[in-house]
């Protein structure tokens, strides 16, 4: 059922939907045009939606609908949670059902985008087509183009890292630092970062990140993604679907190639001058070539 919905302002709505183990915030932009709406889905695990913002201008074009999954942002979590893909899998069916979004496109961004295939993976009605932005289906080789760009890292800032995972110290505001060097060159490249990327790292559900991924970016993966490997079963997608990654991106180009290649009829479109979040660096061409991509989809 729907626990609340209420009026932010002229064509926005949000509130609370129930979903397994809690309750979680949405938004919604409506639309006076008539494509199919776009369902947002950000990543993490735990990195609340409001980076993903600049996706709410193709509201010209249809709705667009966010929401920040349980344990992060506006969606706390109340009591022992088992964090899993399938949990999340569900919550996902879950806003579907309660919003009425029985026609959709999903957009999912990194760990969103992971969510996104795992959906799909199921057969869900409806789904006209996907946008995955950066979203590695395979955890061993993010992990290995995660150590050959750290390898590119000052030696300083490398010598940090490996001191403090050495230790086990890595809440250590150090070690964080160096980490947010890796960010400033591979997650988000725009100086100084953007309000809505501040907002996000100050919503951060570290206890989701935790259980689903591990204690650092680049490794060891002890949570439920450590054995995430799709690359076999890309090719049950069938739903049009675009692949979008940035020249500099933690998901690199050759993984994001090796998704786009996985799934019949994929689009690959790398941004030259991004890394994680195109959408981000490079807003205009962006929100262009969704758009491209989205009017095949209508018609």
């Given at each position: 059922m729907?626990?609340?919905?209420?009026?932010?302002?002229?064509?926005?709505?949000?509130?609370?939907?129930?979903?397994p183990?809690?309750?979680?915030?949405?938004?919604?932009?409506?639309?006076?045009?008539?494509?199919?709406p776009?369902?947002?889905?950000?990543?993490g695990?735990?990195?609340?939606?409001?980076?993903?913002?600049?996706?709410?201008?193709l509201?010209?074009?249809?709705?667009?609908?966010?929401?920040?999954?349980?344990?992060?942002?506006?969606?706390?979590?109340?009591?022992?949670?088992?964090?899993?893909?399938?949990?999340?899998?569900?919550?996902?069916?879950?806003?579907?059902?309660?919003?009425?979004?029985?026609?959709?496109?999903?957009?999912?961004?990194?760990?969103?985008?992971m969510?996104?295939?795992?959906?799909?993976?199921?057969?869900?009605?409806?789904?006209?087509?996907?946008?995955?932005?950066?979203?590695?289906?395979?955890?061993?080789?993010?992990?290995?183009d995660?150590?050959?760009?750290?390898?590119?890292?000052?030696?300083?800032?490398?010598?940090?890292?490996?001191?403090h995972?050495?230790?086990?110290?890595?809440?250590?505001?150090?070690?964080?630092?160096?980490?947010?060097?890796?960010?400033?060159?591979?997650?988000?490249?725009?100086?100084?970062?953007?309000?809505?990327?501040?907002?996000?790292?100050?919503?951060?559900?570290?206890?989701?990140?935790?259980?689903?991924?591990g204690?650092?970016?680049?490794?060891?993966?002890?949570g439920?993604?450590?054995?995430?490997?799709?690359?076999?079963r890309?090719?049950?997608?069938?739903?049009?679907?675009?692949?979008?990654c940035?020249?500099?991106?933690?998901?690199?180009?050759?993984?994001?190639?090796?998704?786009?290649?996985?799934?019949?009829?994929?689009?690959?479109?790398?941004?030259?001058?991004?890394?994680?979040?195109?959408?981000?660096?490079?807003?205009?061409?962006?929100l262009?070539?969704?758009?491209?991509?989205?009017?095949?989809?209508?018609?």
């Open positions: 729907t626990t609340s919905i209420g009026s932010v302002g002229v064509g926005t709505s949000e509130g609370m939907l129930d979903v183990d809690g309750a979680i915030w949405f938004q919604r932009i409506e639309s006076q045009a008539g494509g199919t776009l369902l947002c889905l950000h990543g695990p735990g990195m609340p939606h409001d980076y993903l913002e600049p996706l709410a201008a509201s010209d074009e249809r709705q667009v609908i966010f929401y920040d999954q349980l344990g992060c942002g506006r969606s706390p979590a109340a009591g022992d949670v088992v964090w899993t893909v399938d949990r999340f899998v569900e919550e996902l069916a879950a806003v579907r059902s309660q919003l009425g979004l029985s026609e959709v496109v999903i957009f999912g961004n990194s760990w969103g985008g969510l996104a295939i795992r959906y799909m993976l199921d057969g869900p009605a409806g789904v006209s087509a996907l946008i995955l932005s950066s979203a590695p289906p395979s955890v061993s080789q993010w992990l290995t995660a150590a050959k760009l750290r390898s590119n890292l000052p030696s300083s800032v490398q010598e940090v890292l490996r001191i995972e050495e230790r086990g110290h890595y809440a250590c505001p150090e070690y964080q630092g160096a980490v947010a060097e890796f960010y400033r060159r591979h997650l988000c490249r725009v100086s100084p970062w953007p309000e809505c990327v501040e907002r996000t790292f100050a919503g951060m559900g570290g206890d989701v990140y935790m259980a689903m991924w204690p650092s970016e680049f490794g060891p993966v002890p439920a993604l450590r054995d995430w490997e799709m690359i076999d890309l090719p049950e997608i069938r739903v049009p679907t675009l692949v979008t940035g020249r500099f991106d933690e998901a690199s180009p050759e993984h994001m190639g090796m998704l786009a290649a996985g799934i019949p009829g994929a689009e690959l479109a790398i941004f030259e001058a991004s890394s994680h979040t195109a959408f981000i660096e490079e807003t205009p061409a962006y262009a070539r969704l758009r491209t991509f989205l009017a095949t989809v209508d018609s």
